[in-house]
């Protein structure tokens, strides 16, 4: 693997699981791997879980990290080519992304999108730009349109927890997964849903998972992440007999970036809980307790959203040292 | 040692203080100790010695160090339950503190007080939360009410200073130091001269000094931060043949977080100097000159101030050590 | 080496760039030089490229870095010696100086100029009272009048490139470099043309390069930076035949800190290219496109740029290891 983008820069998910749980179980394994290498992790847009996990995973690998808030520590840069740069832009990606490249090993970015613009924030060219500019390989601390280490991770929870009897999985059992909606007061961006619903679509495909998206009217993904997907809107239809139920929020693509007008609860509490197979429920972080998701959930004993963040560490130390044992 | 927030933490301060001066005699003694092991420092406010000496300490184990300015890498964390987030927090502490655990072996805090509401700041809401959600060892690297790696490495410098002939200390001659608040034109926390008295207050009971407190009527600090100590209204009076003078402003407990009129000359100079025991002076830093502390004496040879802030180093590295030794 | 602040810090500067090339050629060969020693990069201004190189040229000899932004996350310093501090500073350059020496064993620093009182800028007031207060060895990151691991960067990529037959080195053919001034729309200070001129004044002294500074009239830098180099005020005629074309826009020495009008076309272009000896041409990074430079410059062969960038990590490392080597 040379790139983290995308589920598409994966070659096997299975395995790319099983390295993560062996890392889980002995996170010091591989530890002078990353001996002598190192880590920049740019940041335009603000992080908790994705730079302390990033950073905590390239460590135990033995790499060393350096961290870069560009929003803050830098300076505006410029992504337009034939442009005479008289404004407020004081450096062009170009040269951004390969200085950056010339003083490390691996790079992460995290990019977020504006929201405004749904062919530009589709195109990726930021993302893209930094990946062709910089010369090393790169990883997606979150694109504007996914965030593969997310959906990593919670792949890798998924199959930790896997509720369903080893000889009904013999048997073709396999544990509904459902992306649920959930309700916001601000205009959130599809890249965790789009990059969890391609996980998702994925490992169904691998026959890991049974998938459904659960979601208002209007609130449709891009197609082109949720190929093979069942998709209700009814969140309770959707949710029973679930075995885990992925809450999240996100704005309209077609209406890009607006929140619509939904009828119907669509926030996950005790009661609809009761619906499910006594569902796993699972959250990316940070929630907001009792808007998306209610807080006797997520103190409850069915929430998996603290070992889902934990999981992070686990989701990046696997893509790093399968970047590493490539170079 | 599972816990560092205040002196009842420690079961021997003679023995912690002792094991920090070891360690200033050979600082690398420990440095596998941490081996595999991850400090994060999360800091709610702005650093400069404590971020600088507890990283240089945590590295000096050996250990890895992740720093978190949430004030400005991150997001405004909500602390009350049963409230509805739909409003400016974006998560709860609750979760950030336990997504945190999961990627650090110990958790470094500081939260200064709002000094608006005494109740709240007093009853270290913010910070108690953080230790009870985190899951881990905490370090208070300054909280609304105490500052207890300060307070160590005040006793550090006090005890390696110690102006009392040996065979004066067998026939228990004791250092007196006084703790003397000084103007200051802004309203400050009470937490160093908490913390500090509380530290003096147990070396006192232990014999190792003798201690008093001078204020202007009206800045009496909470009783539990003070039992034992004298308390005089009259910095000349209180400094007489002190042989350590603790500089530091704090604003009115009483009338909280006031700056209340006062009378005299509180700023300690030359003149006054010539009142104690030639006493060295001590401040926690920052220190505005020529208004809490005259600048003759930060320049002349009884200020104690930098190696005070350089004692910061092994204070911070003796508590890690004993967290590390524990787990 | 015990100070990195200008050219006449280094004893041989043939030497460092014979070091620097050694480092690069072999970057870990003493990884173990700065075991147990701890660099600290103190920025009072934005950095990416000094803060990136520097941080890894430490980590490559084994040190460890601890980073501080003191415009972000520290407080406003004072430097004024007799000041009653009753103001907007929080604590003075003497203590705060001092303190990060108590937790260093060497020290970056970066300080610009305020380009608004010359006197002031070029005494380096802040800068040399850092170094008078820490008591360590320090590192300049750019201070108001000079950027010397830059210039070091430039002299490496001078070397490593120098396009003269090693014959007709023998018979005294040396490359001809010449500094071009370059537009930009906001007054930009001269510390990079300052030291640049000082390294390749000092470089042609000993008979490594021959040295001409194009800029329009008006923008002659300070007498003391450009001892021996030839000042032509029509780049056409400077570059000609130029073997380095160094681009680099700077604000008045003279009428201070302005943007003075010019005649002429100062931007590096192909078609000006084409007068010379098929130059290499630099920038020291960020550059505003088509600006002070044109795209099809940069974008092209004779870019040396990013490799100029690159090199700023030899030139680090080469004076960390100095420093290291000389305690």
């Avoid at 993560?20 to 290498?37: C, D, E, I, M």
């Avoid at 060393?64 to 337009?80: H, Y």
């Avoid at 103190?299 to 959203?305: H, R």
Wanted: hydrophobic residues 40%.
């Amino acid at each position: 693997m040379n790139l983290f983008t995308s589920v598409h820069d994966v070659t096997d998910i299975k395995q790319l699981v099983a390295d993560a749980l062996a890392l889980k179980a002995n996170p010091y394994a591989h530890n002078t791997l990353g001996k002598n290498k190192t880590l920049g992790l740019v940041f335009m847009n603000p992080s908790l879980r994705t730079r302390l996990s990033t950073q905590k995973a390239a460590m135990n690998l033995g790499m060393n990290v350096m961290v870069m808030n560009m929003d803050k520590d830098g300076w505006a840069l410029e992504t337009q080519d034939g442009v005479v740069m008289n404004g407020n832009t004081t450096e062009h990606i170009r040269e951004a992304a390969a200085v950056m490249g010339q003083y490390c090993d691996i790079l992460g970015l995290r990019s977020f999108p504006k929201l405004k613009d749904r062919e530009e924030d589709y195109s990726e060219g930021f993302f893209n730009k930094f990946v062709q500019f910089c010369g090393v390989p790169v990883i997606s601390l979150e694109s504007a349109t996914r965030h593969p280490l997310q959906s990593l991770a919670d792949l890798i929870t998924i199959v930790e927890t896997n509720p369903v009897p080893i000889e009904q999985r013999a048997q073709g059992k396999k544990p509904k997964v459902v992306l649920a909606w959930a309700p916001h007061v601000k205009p959130l961006p599809q890249a965790v849903p789009n990059s969890f619903a391609e996980w998702m679509c994925k490992a169904q495909e691998l026959h890991m998972i049974e998938f459904v998206i659960a979601q208002p009217e209007g609130f449709e993904l891009a197609d082109e992440f949720t190929k093979g997907a069942e998709i209700v809107h009814n969140l309770d239809h959707a949710i029973t007999d679930a075995d885990y139920v992925y809450v999240k929020n996100w704005s309209s693509y077609k209406e890009y970036g607006q929140i619509l007008p939904y009828e119907g609860n669509w926030m996950m509490n005790n009661e609809k809980l009761g619906l499910t197979n006594n569902a796993k429920v699972m959250h990316c972080l940070p929630v907001r307790r009792d808007l998306e998701l209610a807080a006797e959930i997520l103190d409850g004993p069915n929430s998996l959203v603290i070992q889902e963040a934990g999981n992070r560490l686990w989701s990046a130390q696997a893509v790093l040292k399968a970047l590493l044992e490539n170079h």
